[in-house]
């Protein structure tokens, strides 16, 4: 029961997370790439903020060196989902990289020998298209709509597959080391690969901007460094004391509660998010949501 409450609570915090980011990208830095720095460096507050509690024995070099790709994939995923975020509506977003457990399960079978019945393939195909028609289908204003939708849905699918080998990698050693210690190599890894992008052109200079405004600093600290933490430590902590694919399976039910923040935060005088909500879009939205969520949990428990 741990697990379970953990994993939801897990869920529930991601959820708000996620709603968070879209707000900040938009209106709290210069783009979307400033945003991805920022996330880097407060992955190397998380790993300082848990040093008090890690151990430095009792787990090999290779150990380590998981747990910090497991963060890398975890950067990874954030990186492309957060560059695609800045220009799609993020109950979009979400639902394509919510179907990392097929990657998963596809990846068990190549290398681990476990063999996928015919009803997981039934899951995989629907996750697969919920993913085509929530990035590719009639889910976005008109204008919105462009040539890189194909793309887009590319980099997010490569997106979800970094998310799922994190949590791959993190199970692997979950017996070797503790919460801390693992949180603390995989916030490393994490914040690696998210400060890459400061070396492109004017990275510096649009990092500096951001941190001038105290406001935005703060948000961003409470978002991807407190309620991160938080998430993190109810996800480990889910993955330490139950089953890997359970836990998948109810975090992949994250696009369902995203997709019902999306709606009441684009309403009225609240419009944060701005997401249309005309009803033919809402229901094909609801219905590829649905597809990719069904799909994942039948992968996950077939």
């Known amino acids: 029961m741990i697990w379970l409450l953990s994993a939801f609570g897990s869920t529930l915090v991601f959820t708000v997370i996620s709603a968070m980011d879209k707000i900040l990208i938009h209106r709290s830095v210069p783009n979307s790439r400033t945003f991805i720095v920022m996330v880097g460096l407060t992955q190397f507050l998380i790993a300082a903020s848990v040093l008090y509690w890690v151990s430095w024995d009792g787990y090999t070099l290779t150990d380590a060196a998981i747990g910090y790709v497991s963060g890398m994939a975890s950067g990874a995923y954030l990186t492309l989902m957060f560059w695609i975020m800045g220009k799609q509506d993020v109950s979009r977003v979400v639902p394509v990289t919510s179907t990392y457990p097929i990657f998963v399960a596809i990846l068990a079978q190549a290398f681990l020998g476990e063999a996928l019945g015919a009803l997981a393939w039934v899951g995989v195909l629907m996750t697969v298209g919920g993913a085509v028609l929530m990035s590719l289908g009639p889910t976005a204003r008109r204008e919105d709509r462009g040539s890189g939708e194909v793309l887009a849905f590319a980099l997010l699918m490569v997106a979800s597959l970094g998310f799922g080998l994190s949590q791959f990698f993190s199970k692997f050693v979950s017996e070797e080391m503790d919460v801390w210690t693992l949180m603390?190599?995989?916030?490393?890894?994490?914040?690696?690969?998210?400060?890459?992008?400061?070396?492109?052109?004017?990275?510096?200079?649009?990092?500096?901007?951001?941190?001038?405004?105290?406001?935005?600093?703060?948000?961003?600290?409470?978002?991807?460094?407190?309620?991160?933490?938080?998430?993190?430590?109810?996800?480990?902590?889910?993955?330490y004391s139950g089953p890997v694919s359970l836990v998948s399976t109810v975090m992949a039910t994250r696009p369902l509660f995203v997709f019902g923040l999306g709606v009441l935060l684009s309403l009225g005088m609240s419009n944060v998010l701005n997401e249309p909500l005309e009803g033919r879009i809402l229901t094909v939205k609801l219905i590829a949501t649905a597809m990719t969520v069904v799909g994942v949990v039948i992968v996950t428990l077939a």
């Open 184 to 239: 603390m190599w995989r916030a490393l890894g994490n914040g690696m690969v998210c400060v890459a992008p400061i070396v492109g052109r004017n990275g510096v200079s649009e990092l500096m901007s951001a941190l001038r405004r105290p406001s935005s600093v703060g948000l961003i600290l409470l978002t991807e460094g407190v309620l991160v933490f938080a998430a993190l430590l109810l996800l480990l902590a889910a993955i």
